[in-house]
């Protein structure tokens, strides 16, 4: 990779900004100053410092983000979203989020640049499976429950994969998990349209074997651990 290509990645300004630094003599390569914007350099194998301190490289960050209502799950809007809720230096790596979830709902959102992984998570083929945690304006049912496990037909008429729901609290706002293997556009709150129920709040728990961290406030993130960016590759 071109040595002006790397230190723009890792945030130290603009293509243009960059030559302007390495004129200065301040960057080195193995202990070798480099002047040259167009000197290639092997990412990992050789040493790049700025003043004597090491730039780290990576190409890839992985974000686990607590959802907050409100933001959409979008790159760039006119209304705020989740991209707006990260540092820049996080920003520096084009992160998009990993499929959508509604303006209203909180929760599980992965952020990442790894295309390849986000294909893998949102392509319909691989069925990731999804939690959600609801509250339903009304009282969900046994029958609800078969319905749901047969699949529902949508007000589109498509009916559904197979969804497993589990009632965690009965009562006329009721509390449940769901889990469906798509995703379709405002699936879960269709779902329950469909046997004429309204969820009024709305939460992602887990995607595939991920789950979201319990001490995640709503609004804050955190960047995956190798092991569970492990998890999603699966
Ligand atoms: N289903 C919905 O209805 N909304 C979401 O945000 C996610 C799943």
Redesign the pocket.
């Known amino acids: 990779m071109r040595i002006d290509k790397l230190l723009s990645n890792m945030g130290y300004g603009t293509r243009k900004e960059v030559k302007k630094i390495l004129k200065t003599g301040t960057v080195r390569v193995d202990e070798v100053v480099i002047k040259d914007a167009k000197q290639h350099i092997d990412v990992e194998e050789n040493v790049v410092t700025i003043n004597g301190e090491t730039v780290e490289y990576r190409e890839y960050i992985y974000i686990m983000m607590n959802k907050p209502a409100g933001f959409l799950s979008a790159t760039e809007d006119e209304e705020e979203t989740v991209i707006d809720l990260l540092i820049p230096d996080d920003q520096i790596f084009a992160p998009f989020p990993v499929g959508?979830?509604?303006k209203?709902?909180e929760g599980l959102l992965v952020i990442t640049n790894d295309g390849k992984l986000a294909h893998h998570l949102t392509s319909p083929k691989h069925h990731v499976p999804?939690t959600?945690f609801a509250r339903i304006n009304g009282r969900v049912t046994e029958k609800d429950i078969e319905a749901f496990k047969q699949g529902v037909t949508l007000d589109d008429g498509y009916k559904t994969k197979p969804g497993e729901l589990t009632i965690v609290e009965e009562g006329p706002i009721s509390q449940i998990e769901l889990t469906?293997h798509e995703?379709k556009f405002?699936?879960?709150?269709?779902m329950f349209e469909a046997v004429d129920k309204k969820?009024i709040y709305?939460q992602?728990i887990s995607m595939g074997d991920l789950v979201l961290d319990e001490d995640l406030d709503i609004g804050e993130y955190r960047e995956l651990t190798e092991d569970e960016v492990e998890l999603l590759r699966k």
């Open positions: 959508r979830l509604d209203d709902t999804k959600y469906i995703g405002h699936q879960v709150k269709r969820v709305l992602r």
